[in-house]
């Protein structure tokens, strides 16, 4: 499975986009880009899947260059309910797969008043 | 039915002892997921049922470490004899196969902390 690189943290203040990158230099063709939120004492949640180019829920964007070896999650004017670890995941997660979810330690996002 | 829920949310033991976690997943969700998550680590991928059959184990799971989903529904996680390295959080998701993302649903865990 393709292995990700993110930043550890990241702190921000209220109101701000945060942009959050994540590497994947050696992705496979079939896989997908998840990421997931995670506040503490709670169990991680979905956040948004991509495969390519850009794609936008009501909670974030995620935007996929054409090379796909790396990803970027956008949170538009976060407030300090943003505050959480955020992880970004690769794999075949798609039509078939087990789809066990391989997780990094993610980048623990504070954001500040 | 409001999520995947899990039981007990804490659990203390002395090392040596067994201890079983309950997990019950959204009730339409085929698939269902154990991870244990250290502090700071994100979770870890234990074992993973596709209704009652157990289809997955990690090498992380020992031989003290049992799983069981008898009637495809509820799950239990067993882990005999502690240690206090079993200290984590214990955390179960389920997920529906007919979702194109595979989204899983993680419940709130279950904290051990080994004596």
């Known amino acids: 499975l393709a292995k990700t690189t993110q930043p550890i943290s990241m702190d921000s203040y209220e109101g701000q986009e945060v942009n959050i990158t994540c590497s994947h230099n050696?992705?496979?063709?079939?896989?997908?880009i998840t990421w997931y939120q995670q506040f503490p004492s709670q169990g991680p949640r979905f956040i948004i899947q991509?495969?390519?180019t850009k794609v936008t829920n009501e909670v974030a964007s995620l935007f996929i260059p054409a090379d796909r070896k790396s990803s970027t999650l956008s949170l538009p004017r976060v407030s300090l309910s943003d505050t959480a670890v955020y992880y970004c995941?690769?794999?075949?997660?798609?039509?078939?797969?087990?789809?066990?979810?391989?997780f990094g330690k993610g980048t623990k996002l504070s954001v500040k008043p | 039915d409001t999520g995947v829920s899990q039981d007990p949310r804490h659990k203390i033991t002395k090392r040596g002892q067994n201890v079983t976690f309950r997990c019950d997943p959204i009730s339409e969700h085929n698939r269902l997921y154990w991870y244990r998550q250290t502090l700071g680590q994100g979770p870890e991928f234990l074992t993973y049922f596709q209704n009652e059959a157990q289809l997955e184990k990690s090498r992380l799971l020992s031989d003290r470490f049992s799983a069981e989903r008898p009637k495809g529904s509820f799950s239990t996680l067993e882990i005999q004899r502690t240690e206090q390295g079993d200290s984590a959080m214990y955390l179960c998701?389920?997920?529906?196969?007919?979702?194109?993302?595979?989204?899983?649903?993680f419940g709130p865990g279950t904290r051990l902390t080994v004596l």
């Open positions: 998701a389920s997920s529906h196969p007919g979702q194109a993302d595979n989204e899983q649903f």
């Open positions: 995941l690769v794999g075949d997660y798609y039509g078939g797969s087990q789809g066990n979810l391989i």
């Open positions: 991509g495969y390519k």
């Open positions: 050696n992705i496979a063709t079939n896989d997908y």
